[in-house]
């Protein structure tokens, strides 16, 4: 297929001060987690990107000096001459696909708490960013930057950017985002200076000025120097010469950049969920910018849809087309519209289990794209698969995210495959919960695999098949795979040793399969939630907005604690608020009978009483493995039905999230008839010699 004439236009190169990107799709600065320790690991996943059309890719953040220190966080760094080598890999990945190479030069000022460095975070006037947010609290203040401070951080600015020349890279960042420390300069509430840099806005713009040009210079003018900003406060106070301090700023600095990064001021409102924020979110905040400027100007607003990209350029918002969710779950998106073959785009569902990953500080995995972070330690490609190693009929029972992962990678490579599901229509947990308050968008996560499935004529699917022990011995297949998922169960919480406790099978008792089936239609509801992911403020909401008085009670400090990994916790709190949901944290359910339920701090002990007609506990999954373990029972019989290996896989085997299953579904299929390994995946390594980039294994 061809590409359609209307989308021609995300093709066109883009001048970027000395450089030019090749085209309009660009990969913004986005954290892998895969710090300069996994420098392979690092570039491989960047260059997939390259490889897939992105035309320019980034790092994330990179820090320029020990008192930018975000551990417990992966921490990528420029620190000295030692570190280039790890960085050239990436550029030198990137630049084989034709894609420019961009490095976020970054300092985190108050932002860090220097945990591992132990020097005191510098800041404009001593004040911290967001010190009380549940999620960075900590008890390290920063430190009033003095005179000498200013000279020593335009130093190490200046020399970050000579090395990340010296690595290859074309485009070198400024970042003035997120609450680090150029950020905060640019904030009256956490810039109280009286001297140049301070007060006006010309003053508190005064600092990225300057960097910028010692960048410049540092690089002798060889590189794009980018400056990424954030607007969403500075949009929201009033300028004293223009519509806002927004407008006043990007005046102030209007072309002195080669290109300006726009985006917002956090992570819950920079990347937010797609069950509290559409396509295209932060247009509100960065629309003015491309006026103000003759510089080419790049945003982001998780865009999937090639029609979306053209009205943002065709409408002047965005020249470039910025993404990081889109780009890890579909690094071929690009090369997808320039083949016309939009319609195979693996969509981002907007779950933000990627940013999760980075909160966790390990390194990133998507739910859609089960290869991000295995291209090179597993060697995974997502559009290239190793062809079949046998002949083998492969029957897998289950079509959920794990069956149909599997199914399809296991038809890319040729298998002859079969997928048996009980129900009339596929899917698993995702036909259900795609319809709770807000998940409509994770249903990509479905459409992408059947879509794939519909291209491949050696995948048959049979519905309304309930499997039994002898309908799989009798089927045929040399390969079984169980994908059976897992179910709710009714197990209260043992508060002391915080694991599942006795069941509680009473009147009035259900769980989120319940809730699914229509069972739960009298109210008050209590929703006790020790799971602590979407689940529970799901259901709360979606019983609330049936009409039932609803609580929610949990022995987290928070609701839905989890997810402030996933950013959406604060838009849970504002979910939960507009259906009049009652929160109670830190007690547990020890008690239900039929009317009242018995709610006990966990930490005091002290009790309360809540008249309820339901309790809904969203607690412990338990792993339909029944087929899996009467099938090896079996196991002596398998060799006269020509069976060789019974597998259980997903929610089966360990219930987990979406992308737990699909990620096991497509280790099954990628790794089947594989030569065996000791190693699950290749180690990455360090290089330590910064003049030879020697290489020494990690002991
Ligand atoms: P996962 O997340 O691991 O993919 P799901 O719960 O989403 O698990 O999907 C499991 C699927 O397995 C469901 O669609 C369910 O209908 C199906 N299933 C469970 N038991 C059987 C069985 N005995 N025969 C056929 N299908 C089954
Ligand atoms: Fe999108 Fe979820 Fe993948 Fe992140 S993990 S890129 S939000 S699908």
């Given at each position: 297929m061809a590409r359609k004439p209307r989308f021609d236009i995300l093709f066109d190169p883009v001048r970027i001060g000395p450089v030019t990107a090749p085209n309009r799709f660009y990969q913004v600065p986005h954290a892998s987690g895969m710090t300069n320790t996994m420098p392979h690991g690092r570039a491989a996943f960047r260059a997939m990107k390259a490889a897939g059309g992105w035309g320019t890719v980034c790092t994330g953040a990179v820090?320029?000096?020990?008192?930018?220190?975000?551990?417990?966080?992966?921490?990528?760094?420029?620190?000295?001459?030692?570190?280039?080598?790890?960085?050239?890999?990436?550029?030198?990945?990137?630049?084989?696909?034709?894609?420019l190479a961009g490095i976020e030069l970054w300092h985190g000022g108050a932002g860090t708490m220097n945990r591992v460095s132990r020097i005191p975070p510098l800041s404009p006037s001593g004040l911290g960013w967001m010190p009380t947010h549940v999620g960075f609290i900590g008890n390290q203040k920063s430190r009033a930057m003095g005179r000498e401070d200013f000279a020593a951080l335009r130093g190490w600015y200046a020399g970050a950017a000579r090395r990340a020349r010296q690595a290859g890279f074309d485009i070198v960042y400024v970042y003035a985002g997120m609450g680090y420390l150029l950020h905060e300069f640019l904030l009256p509430a956490l810039n109280h200076r009286?001297?140049?840099?301070?007060?006006?806005?010309?003053?508190?713009?005064?600092?990225?000025?300057?960097?910028?040009?010692?960048?410049?210079?540092?690089?002798?003018?060889?590189?794009?120097?980018?400056?990424?900003?954030?607007?969403?406060?500075?949009?929201?106070?009033?300028?004293?010469?223009?519509?806002?301090?927004?407008?006043?700023?990007?005046?102030?600095?209007?072309?002195?950049?080669?290109?300006?990064?726009?985006k917002m001021d956090s992570s819950p409102s920079d990347c937010p969920a797609s069950r509290f924020a559409a396509e295209g979110s932060h247009e509100p905040v960065i629309d003015f910018v491309r006026r103000l400027t003759t510089r080419p100007v790049v945003g982001v607003g998780r865009f999937t849809s090639p029609d979306a990209m053209v009205s943002q350029i065709r409408r002047g918002v965005l020249d470039l087309i910025g993404a990081a969710r889109p780009s890890i779950a579909d690094p071929f998106l690009p090369r997808k519209i320039d083949a016309g073959c939009e319609d195979d785009i693996?969509?981002?569902?907007?779950?933000?289990?990627?940013?999760?990953?980075?909160?966790?500080?390990?390194?990133?995995?998507?739910t859609q794209n089960a290869t991000v972070g295995e291209e090179w330690r597993r060697g995974w490609h997502p559009e290239i698969f190793v062809p079949r190693g046998s002949n083998d009929r492969v029957l897998i029972v289950g079509a959920g995210p794990a069956g149909?992962?599997?199914?399809?990678?296991?038809?890319r490579r040729f298998y002859d495959v079969a997928v048996a599901d009980r129900s009339g229509q596929p899917g698993g947990r995702l036909v259900h919960e795609t319809k709770l308050p807000g998940l409509a968008a994770w249903r990509r996560a479905l459409d992408y695999r059947l879509n794939g499935l519909r291209a491949l004529a050696n995948v048959s699917m049979f519905l309304d098949s309930d499997m039994k022990i002898d309908d799989i011995l009798a089927f045929g297949a040399e390969r079984v795979v169980i994908a059976t998922g897992a179910e709710w169960t009714r197990a209260l919480y043992d508060a002391r040793l915080e694991v599942p406790g006795p069941i509680l099978d009473a009147p009035g008792v259900f769980t989120p399969d319940d809730v699914f089936a229509g069972r739960?239609?009298?109210?008050?509801?209590?929703?006790?939630?020790?799971?602590?992911?979407?689940?529970?403020?799901?259901?709360?909401?979606?019983?609330?907005?049936?009409?039932?008085?609803?609580?929610?009670?949990?022995?987290?400090?928070?609701?839905?604690?989890?997810?402030?990994?996933?950013?959406?916790?604060?838009?849970?709190?504002?979910?939960?608020?507009?259906?009049?949901?009652?929160?109670?944290?830190?007690?547990?359910?020890?008690?239900?009978?039929?009317?009242?339920?018995?709610?006990?701090?966990?930490?005091?002990?002290?009790?309360?009483?809540?008249?309820?007609?339901?309790?809904?506990?969203v607690g412990h999954r338990s792993g339909r493995d029944a087929l899996h373990s009467g099938l090896h029972a079996t196991r002596e019989t398998w060799a006269d039905h020509g069976i060789r290996d019974v597998t259980c896989i997903g929610d089966a085997a360990a219930p987990g999230a979406i992308v737990h299953a699909i990620h096991a579904g497509a280790l099954y299929a990628r790794d089947l008839d594989m030569p065996?390994?000791?190693?699950?995946?290749?180690?990455?390594?360090?290089?330590?010699d910064p003049v030879a980039g020697a290489i020494r294994e990690i002991a």
């Open positions: 820090s320029i000096h020990p008192s930018s220190d975000d551990a417990p966080l992966p921490l990528a760094r420029l620190w000295s001459d030692a570190d280039i080598p790890t960085h050239a890999l990436m550029t030198d990945a990137v630049h084989q696909h034709g894609a009286t001297d140049a840099y301070g007060g006006s806005v010309a003053n508190r713009c005064r600092l990225i000025g300057e960097i910028i040009e010692d960048m410049r210079g540092a690089t002798h003018g060889a590189c794009a120097i980018a400056l990424r900003i954030s607007l969403e406060e500075l949009r929201a106070r009033p300028g004293l010469h223009a519509e806002s301090e927004a407008h006043e700023v990007v005046m102030a600095l209007s072309d002195q950049p080669d290109l300006w990064d726009v693996r969509e981002c569902i907007g779950c933000n289990i990627c940013i999760a990953s980075w909160h966790e500080g390990v390194p990133i995995r998507c149909l992962e599997c199914a399809l990678t296991l038809g739960v239609t009298t109210g008050p509801v209590l929703v006790f939630d020790y799971e602590n992911y979407y689940m529970a403020g799901c259901i709360a909401e979606q019983l609330a907005r049936q009409g039932l008085q609803v609580t929610y009670a949990t022995p987290a400090g928070h609701a839905s604690a989890w997810s402030i990994l996933t950013n959406e916790q604060p838009r849970v709190y504002e979910a939960l608020a507009a259906q009049g949901v009652a929160l109670h944290t830190t007690v547990a359910v020890s008690g239900f009978d039929g009317g009242v339920a018995r709610l006990v701090n966990i930490f005091t002990n002290a009790a309360r009483e809540i008249s309820c007609a339901s309790l809904v506990i065996p390994s000791d190693m699950p995946y290749a180690l990455d390594e360090l290089f330590t």
